[in-house]
């Protein structure tokens, strides 16, 4: 039986970083996954899901080349050509963690691993070949799948998770998709440029439920601007699925109505995988939802074992999960090591426009008691997003009113995703408002637009 300093269960985004690291720190380590190396992020989520976007991108901004005196006869698309452009992206990246595996000297082995003991596994592989291996540690990476609804299960043709609605052949005229957080908004985006009539539909009061009340009320206007039907505070209360379209009956605040589909995704969260885990065999705890408790380091209530990513609790997002596992494999090698403080991960949603955010909402600072100072820029008011013919959009940051404390930013318009990095390095130095009022920006860029929300929380913004 070979032994291993580490054995860590899952390839994706948490799971191949945690052994890379492990593998500098001088560890022998071993890496079990049964689909993909890069997980659901890099073949079936984060990666080809923005190929998709940026093509969506592109095709709406070639139906507005006139605006920059470009003229474009005859734009069209090709969804077969368009999906196998998204697919080799993630290929491409995926033999790219193998080459990184490899390089660095780490012991892939394919097959689903179960917990024997804490210390021992059996992995099983597709041909029914079982092996054991002995590790002194083991991380648990092995993520989450989309959940679905008890009335109205995956099938793969009608009834899609977020895997199928990024693979299909044919685009649907009209579209439901049931959950508006960052993967509905996403694939309302991309479906809504592409040409199909796209009704979302979300039993919160407000669309992306997790972000600023502001920001998800100016991001519901953008997108029913564009054609998008929103739905809020509604449910699907029932769905017949007939060989050629969907029957959806809606409950809405003012009433339930009928209304017909060709196609549905749904997007209402994820379920952990812990099943067949052997978890049973070890002192490991779950919590209610299936999740894996863990303790601020990500150390399990089995000594040896840890836990990351999605399948110990949100956000479920890949940055978070490959954060977790270097922090978890530099508290099992002895290094000194901060736990992660959620307020200081961001969430991007590439949506067009893009949302992204940092820290605690206007809300949820004041509901904590502190006294808030609030700056906002609108895109309107910037020379580059003018110049980009994309005005629409806002910077709101917020800062605590005695210290000056960088609580939050919260932005919605073109490229956001590229502009939160600043914030969060900010707020991971603790900055202050002074801080950033000191900083020169470049000009013309977007980023002035931090500059300007900051000197407009304390009355001294210059170009609004």
Known sequence: MTKYDI???????????????????????????????GGVCLNWGCIPTKALLKTAEMYTDIQRADEFGLSVKGAD????KVVKRSRAVAEQLSSGIQHLLKKNKVTVLEGHARFVNSTTLEIKNGQDKTEKISSAHTLIATGARPRELATLP????????????????????????????????????????MGSEVTVVEM????????????????????????????????????????????????EPKGTRSASFDQVIVAIGVVP???ELGIENTKIQLEKNGQIKTNEFCQTAEPTIYAIGDVISPPWLAHKASHEGILAVEKICGKPVHAVKPENIPGCTYSNPQVA????????????????????????????????????????????????????????????????????????????????????????????????????????????
């Open 7 to 37: 054995a860590i269960i899952g390839a994706g985004p948490g799971g191949y970083v945690a052994a890379i690291r492990a593998a500098q720190l001088g560890k022998k380590v071993c890496i079990i996954e049964k689909k993909h190396l």
């Open 77 to 80: 698309f090709d969804l077969k």
């Open 154 to 193: 995956f099938d793969q043709t009608k009834v899609l998770s977020s895997k199928e609605a990024m693979i299909q052949e044919k685009l649907p005229k009209k579209l439901l998709i049931i959950g508006s957080g960052a993967i509905g908004i996403e694939f309302a985006s991309f479906y809504n440029a």
């Open 204 to 251: 919160q009061k407000h669309i992306l439920p997790a972000e600023d009340q502001e920001i998800s009320t100016l991001a519901q206007k953008a997108f029913e601007k564009k054609g998008i039907k929103i739905l809020t505070e509604t449910t699907i209360e029932k769905a017949e699925v007939g060989k050629s379209s969907i029957e959806a009956s809606i409950k």
């Open 273 to 275: 995988n812990t099943e």
């Open 357 to 464: 955010s940092i820290g605690l909402t206007e809300a949820q600072a004041k509901d904590q008691g502190l006294k808030v100072k609030v700056g906002r820029f609108p895109f309107q008011g910037n020379g580059k997003a003018i110049a980009m013919r994309k005005p629409e959009g806002l910077v709101k940051i917020l800062f605590e009113e005695k210290t000056g404390e960088l609580l939050g930013a919260h932005l919605i318009g073109t490229d956001v995703t590229e502009l939160i990095h600043s914030l969060v390095i900010a707020k991971k130095l603790e900055t202050t408002e002074q801080d950033l009022m000191e900083t020169i920006f470049p000009h013309p860029t977007l980023s002035e637009m931090i500059h300007e929300a900051t000197l407009d929380a304390f009355d001294r913004v210059i170009h609004f």
